[in-house]
């Protein structure tokens, strides 16, 4: 409605080209898909790790705010930067 970019923009195009292997163009599209992705591989591997062993593993995943904070401000950034060029530049990156 606005011609301007919503906060979610670019997370299904993330999504395609990640699967389709360019990991590049999935940070390019939504960075915090693959941020997100990476965090939710650590904490399952770890927390399964520590369930099989039955104590804490060197690569224990902390369970902290900071990284839902970091996701947010993942997409807060995205939100920002794709639609400041879009107003200055006139250039739309995703089209």
């Not at 979610?8 to 395609?16: E, H, L, P």
């Not at 915090?32 to 790790?49: R, T, Y």
């Amino acid at each position: 409605m606005t011609g301007y970019y919503c906060p979610g923009c670019g997370a299904t195009r993330s999504v395609y080209a990640l699967l389709h292997g360019q990991i590049g163009m999935a940070f390019f599209y939504y960075p915090a898909i693959p941020v997100g992705l990476i965090l939710l591989v650590w904490m399952c591997v770890s927390l399964l790790a520590e369930r099989i062993v039955g104590h804490r593993v060197f690569f224990h995943f902390p369970m902290h705010r900071v990284w839902l904070y970091i996701l947010l401000g993942l997409i807060l950034f995205n939100f920002i930067w794709k639609n400041a060029v879009l107003y200055f530049t006139g250039t739309a990156l995703m089209e």
